[in-house]
């Protein structure tokens, strides 16, 4: 399955977006999906998993962060609202083939090339 993440940008401190992940090449409903964040200088961060009607938030995005699925367009969805400064990183969609909620970044099989999001204040 190959992944195309978009939606990212410039965006002022509190003002909502939201990334698309869209898949191709595959159906999204037989992969557990997954939002990560790289910001410079930084390791790879964990934000949302879903899985079949499972989902789960890290707790480092304080509930800010949801995402969600729309199989009939392929796509997963990661909800942002009231971003912050420190929110700024390239976000990137993974799948992986395992079942759960998988929130360990080496254990996706497959990554989209990040969308860059920039929050100012």
């Known amino acids: 399955v190959q992944l195309q993440a978009s939606g990212g940008g410039l965006v002022q401190a509190g003002t909502s977006l939201r990334l698309s992940c869209a898949a191709s090449?595959?159906?999204?409903?037989?992969?557990?999906m997954g939002w990560f964040r790289q910001a410079p200088g930084k390791e790879r961060e964990f934000l949302a998993a879903?899985?079949?009607?499972?989902?789960r938030s890290a707790d480092s995005v304080e509930g800010r962060f949801t995402i969600s699925i729309n199989n009939a367009k392929n796509t997963v969805y990661l909800q942002i609202n009231s971003p912050k400064p420190e929110d700024t990183a390239v976000y990137y969609c993974?799948?992986?083939?395992?079942?759960?909620?998988?929130?360990?970044?080496?254990?996706?099989?497959?990554w989209g090339q990040g969308t860059l999001v920039t929050v100012s204040s």
């Open positions: 879903i899985s079949w009607t499972a989902t």
């Open positions: 993974a799948a992986t083939r395992r079942a759960g909620i998988i929130t360990t970044s080496s254990l996706y099989d497959y």
């Open positions: 090449g595959g159906s999204i409903s037989n992969y557990a």
